[in-house]
Structure formats: structure tokens, C-alpha cells
């Protein structure tokens, strides 16, 4: 998953379709992906393959 470049557009992007997720939910730390993954997918209740191609296609 590439993010490191281009997160803070991913990160608007996601902020409001899920109007929930707040700034900690969408913190990216380098090699955690899977951890942001898994915050992700508790607020949203989808997949982290659904969660991997939605963050993929922004």
C-alpha cells in the first residue's frame, strides 16, 4: 500500500466520507499499516481488503 507521500489527501479523503474518524484513527506510522488498518476497520466495519482498495483508488 503506498501512503507516505500522498496520506494527507487519503486522510481529508477518508475524514469525510467516515465523518467518525477523528485524527488518532488516521495517525500513519511508517511499516504500521496493518495498526491503522485495524483502526480503520473498528470504526468503519469494513474489511482491511475493502479498507486497502478504497485508500488504493483515492
Not at 511499516?31 to 483502526?39: H, I, Q, V
Request: glycine share 10%.
Amino acid at each position: 500500500m503506498q501512503l507516505k507521500g500522498n496520506w494527507n489527501t487519503i486522510k481529508g479523503k477518508m475524514k469525510q466520507k467516515y465523518g467518525d474518524l477523528t485524527d488518532d484513527d488516521l495517525t500513519y506510522v511508517e511499516g504500521k499499516e496493518d495498526e491503522l488498518l485495524g483502526r480503520l476497520q473498528k470504526k468503519t466495519g469494513k474489511s482491511k481488503e475493502e479498507l486497502k482498495r478504497e485508500i488504493e483508488r483515492i
